[in-house]
């Protein structure tokens, strides 16, 4: 017989809580495949949504944004994405629930934040977005979404004049713009300028401020098949456009500023147009001949005077 019955006694006890430890750590389940509840202690007792977490997001036209909700304790229940315009079920869970394929909802488990990503945002994305979880009742977290939209201009007039031979320098200037495009591509009618001949053609592209990029096109020597539409296109941006006239010879009597030239966008040029008839290259409006020969009677007068005008000295 033992003399010491205690230590049966301590034996039996460690192996009882050894076995259930075992249980525990192995299966993580009790009660028929039951899925144990965790017990929350302190202020929240169940999901709750992190205050820290930012509420209010700015992103820029063409990139990609990423709402956060960050939701701890948060147990079996599920979290939902809404936009609320139209009160549209974006996601629920890692499910997306909306033929736009730009939404998509991912877990980082690391922080407990279920993020809405939206790609290539555009401007009617703009809004307030709502982050649900199912609980009774349901709990909301509320994001606002903000798009910057940049502005893009060429700087100078839409028509562009210069002579055959001489540089031409384009300027596409951004602004407004949080982050500096990827790439400034230069289009001459549609198709890409390239600059692999930098003795003809030279691209450039420098950011001047925190929120200013400025993309260059410098022409070197143009000719005449060097005329058309230049257009900058940012990445995933809008693009700007100019045309561009290489001029060969005589500037064009619409460019001279001499004495005795006449400007076809002036009001005596406008009156030659309709009392010539489309001499200049305007056609007279049909079936006006009454106007025709007022016009032809102004010009009349007007002539001897503003020549006189020129012959005096100034």
């Known amino acids: 017989m033992c003399a010491c019955p205690w230590r049966l006694h301590v034996f039996t ?15 993580g389940e009790a009660g028929g495949g039951a899925r144990l509840a965790k017990r929350y202690v302190g202020l929240y007792t169940g999901p709750y949504f992190d205050p820290s977490a930012p509420n209010n997001i700015t992103t820029q036209l063409g990139t990609h944004a990423y709402l956060p909700c960050k939701v701890r304790q948060l147990s079996n229940k599920s979290v939902s994405w809404i936009r609320r315009r139209d009160a549209h079920i974006l996601t629920v869970d890692r499910f997306t629930f909306i033929a736009d394929e730009r939404f998509q909802a991912f877990l980082v488990e690391a922080t407990d934040t279920w993020t809405l990503q939206v790609k290539y945002v555009q401007a009617r994305d703009a809004g307030v977005y709502e982050c649900q979880v199912g609980t009774e009742p349901k709990m909301s977290h509320f994001v606002q979404l903000n798009v910057v939209v940049p502005k ?24 407004q713009a949080l982050e500096e495009p990827a790439y400034i591509f230069w289009y001459h009618n549609d198709e890409r300028v390239l600059n692999y001949d930098k003795s003809l053609v030279e691209i450039r592209m420098e950011r001047v401020a925190p929120d200013t990029t400025v993309g260059n096109l410098i022409i070197y020597s143009p000719r005449r098949e060097d005329s058309g539409n230049y257009s900058c296109s940012p990445s995933n941006l809008d693009s700007a456009s100019v045309v561009l006239h ?20 002036s009001p005596l040029g406008a009156l030659l147009c309709a009392a010539l008839g489309g001499a200049l290259g305007a056609p007279a409006p049909p079936a ?3 106007l025709r020969l007022l016009a032809l009677v102004a010009v009349t007068l007007l002539f001897p005077v503003l020549c006189h005008d020129e012959d005096e000295p100034k």
């Open 288 to 290: 006006r001949p009454l």
């Open 13 to 27: 006890a460690v192996l009882v809580l050894a076995a259930h430890l075992i249980k525990v750590l192995s299966c």
């Open 246 to 265: 290489v001029l060969s010879g005589e500037q064009p009597a619409a460019m001279q500023h001499g004495n005795g030239a006449v400007q076809l966008g």
């Open 152 to 175: 893009i201009e060429i700087v100078g007039e839409s028509d562009l004049y210069v002579k055959a031979g001489s540089t031409v320098s384009l300027k596409c200037v951004i602004t």
